[in-house]
């Protein structure tokens, strides 16, 4: 069985699929990454951030793609993110995935247990200033009621 085979079997058999949509994990993620590569001349050696990325339906093809880059994830609930660290880090080494604290309260009955833990949302975007090569964010502007600093992303997808 492929990395790529794997990971997408364990989204199907984890509860967190219900929270990013409950739909066919490969396929979204699929469809997701066949819509970035139509939009954006993305190329192998590119470092893309997928800001939101839940348990990673689209960061697995990007990691796939980017042989010679990066595909860094950051999202606000925990525990998708130790499943990203679980099950998608440690298939490809070209990927890290981080836990940002951030203010989504629809999100925050999944996250509210690790916000202490978390690193602030601010101090992520600054570290990461001007690394992106591509921002992708899918289904996460339609989840939130905030204002979002586009500027920092640099081109961004969603
Ligand atoms: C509907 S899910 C989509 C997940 C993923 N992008 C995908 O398409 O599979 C929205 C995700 O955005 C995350 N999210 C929402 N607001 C966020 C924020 N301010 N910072 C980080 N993650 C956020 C949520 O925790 C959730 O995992």
Request: with cysteine; proline share 4%.
């Amino acid at each position: 069985m492929s990395a790529t085979d794997a990971v997408f079997d364990a989204m199907r058999q984890s509860e967190m699929r219900a929270w990013v949509g409950d739909a066919e994990p490969r396929a979204i993620g699929e469809q997701n990454f066949r819509s970035i590569v139509e939009n954006f001349p993305l190329r192998r050696d590119h470092t893309v951030f997928d800001f939101g990325c839940g348990i990673g339906r689209t960061s697995v093809p990007l990691a796939e793609f980017l042989t010679e880059g990066r595909l860094i994830g950051a999202d606000m609930v925990a525990k998708q993110i130790q499943f990203c660290h679980l099950e998608i880090a440690s298939r490809f080494p070209n990927t890290a995935f981080r836990c940002t604290r951030a203010h989504n309260p629809h999100y925050y009955p999944y996250a509210a247990a690790d916000r202490d833990t978390a690193i602030d949302e601010a101090a992520f975007f600054a570290a990461h200033h001007g690394m992106f090569d591509l921002t992708v964010a899918f289904s996460v502007f339609t989840h939130s009621i905030r204002r979002w600093p586009l500027a920092i992303c640099g081109r961004c997808a969603t």
